[in-house]
């Protein structure tokens, strides 16, 4: 798995390249927190209330772990310029819970040269989130703007 203290830049990127985060411990109060200001449904700010919903329990908002994980990938994943969206998928399989903790793995899974921008490149990046079972709870792809740390010269 990639460590890395300087920033990346598009030509240090390789396909199949890992970084894992750090963890974020998530509890209850955390999860009724964010709901109340984001996502008010009972089933993220009420534990009682929660126990006759679908999820059968308190679970963190899809929005919650999304935030996290972006958390998470800034302080993993430093290319240079920072972490510029151009467009992402989430998907939540399993839901986040009080008490668990998370990381995220991000893979590369491509990297394309921009043809008419000679200083940068979109790379695609897949995050994972798990938590501390090896579960996951989130899975995002997301085309990031990458820079060159040279521009081509045409």
Known sequence: MAQQEQPLYLE?????QVFRSGEHALDAEQIRVFASQYDPQPFHTDEAAARDTFFQGLAASGWHTA?????LVVQSVKLAGGL????????WPRATRPGDVLHVESTILSVVPSRSRPDRGIVTVQSDTF???GELCQRSTARMLAFRRQPELG
């Open 131 to 133: 938590n501390q079972h």
């Open 67 to 71: 935030a996290i994980t972006m958390r």
């Open 12 to 16: 240090d990127l390789q396909v199949g």
């Open 84 to 91: 510029i969206g151009a467009g992402t998928e989430v998907t």
